[in-house]
């Protein structure tokens, strides 16, 4: 049982702290995040985005996200897709005050709310249309804290599946 731990990438620290608690609970999991990325990495991330059981795809507010929210809708279908029993938690950050923080100019203060503006119309949209899904395996969280009990509670589901499987006549 795997764990893929998709979602914002780039300088993104959020999956630190999973990681640490996750070795600590002996759940094993796949982060894509590498420091020098090669074309072969996209083959490998795209055989756990359809492999692995739990699918982790937190949007956080420490960049604009578009790229990873433009893969949300695709990656859940896709994963979706491959197996009806694999469950995929999002998150998807509404804040984007952390990057007001950042020194500026005034040509990248305008860039920014452009970007900030476009970047929270983007994520109340991807929000409003993943509530419409009506699938029972994929779950909406507020935050990464809720994100992490989640697919640790999913984990303990999913360890248990496969030793009823056993039992299973055939």
């Known amino acids: 049982m795997t764990i893929g731990l998709f979602g914002t990438c780039g300088g993104s620290i959020w999956r630190d702290s999973f990681m640490k608690r996750y070795q600590e609970n002996d759940v094993e999991y796949y982060n894509p995040q590498v420091d020098e990325w090669k074309p072969e990495d996209a083959v490998i991330e795209a055989e756990h985005l359809i492999n692995d059981e739990i699918i982790l795809f937190p949007v956080t507010n420490e960049t604009y996200g578009t790229g990873s929210l433009s893969e949300v809708g695709f990656s859940i279908l896709q994963a979706i897709k491959a197996d009806t029993n694999r469950n995929v938690i999002i998150m ?3 804040n984007l005050d952390v990057l ?3 020194p500026m100019s005034m040509n990248e203060m ?3 709310e452009l970007l900030k503006k476009e970047s929270l119309r983007a994520r109340a949209l ?3 249309h ?3 899904l009506k699938y ?5 969280v507020k935050n990464l804290e809720d994100m992490f009990l989640l697919s640790m509670e999913l984990s303990a589901i999913e360890t248990i599946r496969t030793g009823l499987e056993k039992y299973r006549i055939k």
Do not use: E, G
């Open 100 to 102: 007001d923080d950042i």
């Open 110 to 112: 305008i860039q920014h």
């Open 130 to 132: 993943l509530k419409k």
């Open 126 to 128: 991807v929000k409003a």
């Open 136 to 140: 029972p395996n994929v779950y909406i």
């Open 92 to 94: 998807i950050d509404q």
